[in-house]
């Protein structure tokens, strides 16, 4: 393999395979991603508690010695990886972005760390997101803001915004995200990578106070390529007991194509947006469009798809089960003293409105969110993917907390913003966020988002692999680096 000279140039797996060759030490790995490191963020606070250097280079030592002596742990060998705020790595704190659990120090590793160390990864610290990963812009008063990795004015998305945006700068080879409303979706969507949200259980979330409920939120991967985002899936994934949830079933073999037959006759069920029921700004639908046409070049079937369920009524019922969802997080920290001047306002706004639901409000909002599963499975009878824009917006100015408004409609809410990112979470189907194409403007990436079957990750995976290739000349672009500012 050629090296480049840049080593934080080359992707995960290429990164793994020049380790194992011993090509490359994972010394020189771990110099390289901290030189960079060092150098871009600064500006870009993408990671934040960084380990001190030497005690990551000497963790890197291991790793070559265990190399020397015939050991490999796994396609994460010596690879230095950042976790996401919301996950426990031990010896890190786990702040969710909060001043209250600034000093929140981790044991314990999740379940998911706990399976990218078994795979050989080095945790260098953890990703920006904001408080209690609510709402898709990354700022909060720990820690402060993430800009975009394109352009530094306007926002990365969220929650997973750190990991996007490390992920984008060549910072980290991969990252792990986690996705309640759009988190792994809509900041790889503007940061220009891949991003996934798998089925709900495939990857189980642990610790948790409650495993039954509470399955909204899923952790997943994001990447610079397909074959990178469903190798770190494949790590992630696996049934773990103590969430009686989870896939048992295996991901099984990725065989990702080397070529585009898989969008032969591929069925594509275009939402769009929705009829109009999802406001949406200028030029977003239209770059959707463009890389729908990338898949009916290829032998894709693209038919516009009227939404299969009543949209209001799903949006109702998932206020509800955010709410509930939400409130105790929030609830748990409020007996500290000023906590309500330090959390966040619409953290207090998802509490104080779960105050008034009832216990019928909850299981007539499982009612419909049935009703809603159902009706997706009608619709993947006729189509085999699900298609949307990603976002509702473009990339908006960095200081600003959220929308409000889109296209001359106001938003009633502080995520109504993010609406069209609950679909797939609602009903637990996997989906992927496909980089789609850029503004006009050359500096604000859109992406495309394709729902898949009941717990079809694989296949989801390698429909994204094959658009990969369709997309090549727009997946060669990537953010300039200068003064450790973007440009």
């Not at 929705?274 to 977003?284: P, R, S």
């Not at 993947?380 to 917006?393: G, I, K, N, S």
């Not at 109504?416 to 609950?422: D, K, L, N, T």
Request: glycine share 8%; aromatic share 6%; proline share 7%.
């Amino acid at each position: 393999m050629h090296l480049p000279s840049d080593l934080t140039d080359l992707d995960a797996d290429e990164l793994s395979r020049a380790i194992h060759a011993r090509q490359l030490s994972c010394r020189e790995v771990m110099q390289a991603t901290l030189q960079r490191v060092h150098r871009l963020n600064p500006a870009s606070n993408a990671i934040v508690n960084l380990a001190p250097d030497d005690a990551l280079l000497r963790q890197a030592d291991r790793c070559d010695a265990e190399l020397a002596g015939g050991k490999s742990r796994g396609w994460m060998h010596g690879m230095p990886q950042a976790i996401k705020d919301t996950g426990q790595a031990s010896g890190f704190a786990t702040t969710y972005g909060c001043t209250l659990l600034k000093d929140a120090v981790a044991t314990h590793d999740s379940t998911m760390v706990t399976r990218m160390k078994a795979a050989g990864c080095i945790v260098i610290g953890k990703t920006n997101m904001p408080e209690f990963g609510l709402g898709s812009h990354t700022f909060n008063t720990l820690f402060g803001a993430t800009p975009n990795a394109w352009d530094p004015s306007v926002s990365a998305g969220g929650s997973s915004g750190g990991a996007a945006v490390a992920v984008a700068q060549r910072l980290l080879p991969v990252a792990d995200g986690s996705d309640f409303m759009g988190s792994l979706r809509n900041p790889a969507a503007w940061n220009h990578i891949f991003g996934m949200r798998p089925s709900q259980g495939r990857v189980p979330f642990w610790p948790a106070a409650d495993v039954w409920v509470n399955q909204l939120g899923t952790e997943g991967p994001m990447a610079r390529t397909v074959r990178d985002l469903g190798t770190l899936l494949s790590i992630q994934c696996g049934q773990d007991l103590r969430s009686p949830l989870s896939i048992a079933t295996p991901l099984g073999t990725l065989d990702l194509p080397a070529d585009t037959q898989p969008l032969r006759g591929l069925r594509i069920g275009w939402l769009g947006d929705l009829q109009g029921h999802l406001a949406m700004e200028d030029g977003l639908i239209a770059t959707c469009e463009d890389a729908l046409r990338r898949f009916a070049s290829e032998g894709a079937v693209v038919d516009t798809l009227a939404p299969p369920f009543d949209a209001q009524a799903v949006w109702r019922a998932w206020l509800i089960w955010r709410r509930a969802i939400v409130a105790p997080r929030v609830a748990a920290l409020l007996g500290r003293p000023g906590a309500r001047k330090a959390i966040k306002p619409e953290a207090l706004w998802e509490h104080d409105q779960a105050q008034g639901t009832t216990l019928m409000d909850f299981m007539h909002a499982s009612e419909v969110r049935s009703s809603f599963y159902q009706s997706l499975l009608g619709a993947f009878e006729r189509v085999d993917v699900l298609a949307l824009p990603v976002t509702q917006t473009w990339p908006f100015p960095l200081e600003q907390r959220w929308p409000e408004v889109i296209a001359g409609r106001s938003m009633d809410t502080y995520h109504r913003w993010m609406e069209c990112s609950i679909y797939a979470t609602f009903a637990g189907l996997p989906a992927i966020s496909l980089p789609a194409g850029f503004h006009p403007n050359g500096r604000w990436p859109a992406g495309l988002q394709l729902i898949g079957r009941p717990q079809c990750d694989a296949a989801l995976l390698r429909v994204a692999a094959a658009y990969e290739i369709t997309a090549a000349d727009l997946l060669r672009l990537r953010p300039a680096a200068t003064q450790g500012m973007l440009a």
